[in-house]
Nanobody, 119 residues
Framework: QVQLVESGGGLVQAGGSLRLSCAASGRAFTTYTMGWFRQAPGKERELVAA????????YYADSVKGRFTASRVNVKNTVYLQMNSLKPEDTAVYYCAARIAGSDKYSYWGQGTQVTVSS
């Protein structure tokens, strides 16, 4: 069992930056691939970034590539999403999620943190 708690959301002007954090409790954090998802009102939830257990492999959606960076510090059981050059269309609730290595399903989810980008 893994519990995930996101923090760092807020209101920022377009062009600004935010860093989201996701603190994990429970066992075997280093065996999980971590993902960052977002869901805007009226839209489906989408995967925006993912990072493997060591941080050596990352994935980014085309919409955030070059602007967002995922990282993790395993000794702190924490994963981060650095978001730069934010746009109004980045406004959404952001969730972190954990996927066991070898699985295609994210099994554990945080409660989400709101990110609002004003124009």
């Amino acid at each position: 069992q893994v519990q995930l708690v996101e923090s760092g959301g807020g209101l920022v002007q377009a062009g600004g930056s935010l860093r989201l954090s996701c603190a994990a409790s429970g066992r075997a954090f280093t065996t999980y691939t971590m993902g960052w998802f977002r869901q805007a009102p009226g839209k489906e939830r989408e995967l925006v970034a993912a990072i493997n257990w060591s941080g050596s492999n990352t994935y980014y959606a085309d919409s955030v590539k070059g602007r967002f960076t995922a990282s993790r510090v395993n000794v702190k059981n924490t994963v981060y999403l650095q978001m730069n050059s934010l746009k109004p269309e980045d406004t959404a609730v952001y969730y972190c999620a954990a996927r066991i290595a070898g699985s295609d399903k994210y099994s554990y989810w945080g409660q989400g943190t709101q990110v609002t980008v004003s124009s």
